[in-house]
């Protein structure tokens, strides 16, 4: 009897249940068995093995789909360009009052003649409505801007450095806490609503339940606006597109990289007579034979180490440590630069035996003013034995070339340097092409198309 009992049970059990059984010897069911009970009504049995997991019996079919979702996790984005692709944030007043308006042209459910229940079915509909226009905003805001990790180093680099490191996390999470807490209080004075006995209760709780939400999301309503203002930063960040090649331009403040950006190609820069003009990185393309090439004007560097220097310089040090750029290294040895061409010596050095492997071209401006001396200043070691600096102070690094914007001095012969510069970085990229797998390809040519309709200059 127990055994039939237990067929029956079996029997009606959902069709998507799988189970092989044997009948053993006693009274039990023994699961995975490979022998059938032969009863007439276990003839359309779906059959499948259960295995223990955590002291519970859990379909193998389950087991297998469960274990494929935690084994997969997203993986670092390799393309850049996210930042254009940051949903539009609203004004946080924009928000409320948006929802407000929304919510109090919500009607009551048609039909209802009681003028109770009727008045409490309006003002819970209200409340919920004024909660869910508040919180998809907020929750699209969440869902939609991107894990900090999950982003290229590039990018994750610019959001440290421009915004401040953790800033970026706090707010978004600020954000989704205040989402969380607006429909906490909104589901509570809706619930209170609908159990209104009268017209005049509900009407007071309405109105209770909508100041409450108003003051809720005010209180906090200002990490939206920071929000709005990261979106900002961000969106302007130049697009930098890493299968086209880039040219970075690299020095000390002031020694004239803004003007050659101006000059080799569509970016304008500001250039002015004082340290740290360039405050970010700036944008400029090159088109040579049909063929668009990047240009960046980085911040310039001063002679500390690497714990010491500012955000602005890390910028610089960013660029080179997360994109394939080839280096247009400038030394300025006139002096006019305000720092002494041998502590340019000594930053030139500590950048060229980090990013030694990129392409690489030195250029030495305002020539127009070096006289036949080098320029010596108080700070200066005296050190007649360092035959690599006395040269440098003369002529700056081997095989460096010499330009004047101002003069017009050496552009020509700069121009086709660089072009050859960025061929030559072409031709890399292309090689690495070919030796890439399809699969890689292809996301690669999909970030390249997204990229190419959101390039910018920044200027």
């Known amino acids: 009897m ?87 944030v609203m004004p946080s007043v924009d ?70 490191d953790g800033n970026y996390e706090q707010v978004l999470g ?45 209180r906090q309503g200002k990490y939206v606006d920071d929000l709005l203002h990261i979106a900002k930063t961000l969106r302007a960040m130049p697009v930098v597109d890493l299968e086209t090649p880039t040219l970075c331009l690299v020095g000390a403040p002031n020694v004239g990289k803004s003007s050659l950006v101006r000059i080799l190609s569509t970016g304008k820069p500001e250039v002015c007579n004082y340290p740290f003009t360039t405050r970010g990185i700036l944008m400029g393309h090159i088109i040579l034979n049909h063929e668009t090439f990047q240009v960046t004007d980085t911040p310039g560097l001063l002679k500390r180490c690497d714990e010491d220097r500012n955000n602005l310089e890390k910028l610089t040090l960013a660029v080179l440590s997360h994109l394939p750029t080839a ?70 690094p081997e095989g460096a070339l010499h330009v004047s914007v101002k003069n017009e001095i050496g552009l020509p012969e700069l121009k086709r340097r660089v072009h050859e510069l960025l061929n030559t970085q072409m031709s890399m990229i292309q090689k690495r092409r070919v030796h890439e797998p399809l699969n890689t390809q292809m996301t690669r040519f999909q970030s390249q198309e997204t990229n190419q309709e959101t390039l910018q200059v920044l200027t």
Request: net charge positive.
């Open 327 to 396: 280096v247009l290294y400038v030394h300025d040895l006139s002096g006019e630069c305000g720092m002494s061409p041998s502590d340019q010596f000594v930053i030139y050095n500590e950048i060229k035996e980090k990013f030694g492997d990129h392409l690489w071209l030195d250029v030495v401006s305002k020539c127009d003013l070096l006289q036949e001396s080098p320029v010596i200043f108080a700070t200066d070691n005296d050190d007649d034995n360092d035959l690599s600096l006395e040269r440098y102070l003369k002529l700056g």
């Open 95 to 164: 928000i409320l009052y948006s929802a407000l308006r929304k919510a109090k042209k919500v009607a009551p459910t048609k039909g209802i003649a009681n003028i109770a229940k009727r008045e409490r079915n309006r003002g819970a509909k209200q409340l919920d409505a004024l909660m869910k226009e508040i919180a998809v905003p907020l929750r699209t805001y969440s869902e939609k801007f991107p894990n900090k990790k999950y982003l290229h180093p590039y990018e994750r680099s610019l959001i440290e450095l421009t915004l401040g």
């Open 174 to 218: 600020k954000v989704d806490a205040l989402r969380k807490k607006v429909v906490s209080v909104g589901k509570e004075h809706a619930s209170l609503c609908a159990k209104s006995t009268s017209k005049k209760e509900a009407e007071t709780r309405l109105s209770e339940g909508l100041k409450k939400v108003e003051e809720t999301y005010i």
């Open 2 to 88: 127990s055994r039939a009992c237990s067929l029956f049970q079996l029997w009606h059990s959902p069709q998507d249940t799988r189970l092989l059984l044997s009948i053993s010897k006693g009274k039990y069911l023994t699961p995975s068995a490979r022998s059938y009970p032969g009863l007439c009504f276990c003839k359309g049995l779906q059959t499948s093995a259960y295995e223990v997991v955590k002291g519970s019996y859990v379909p193998t079919a389950q087991i297998k789909q469960e274990s494929k979702t935690e084994e997969k996790s997203p993986e670092i984005l390799e393309g850049v360009g996210a930042f254009q692709k940051l949903p539009m």
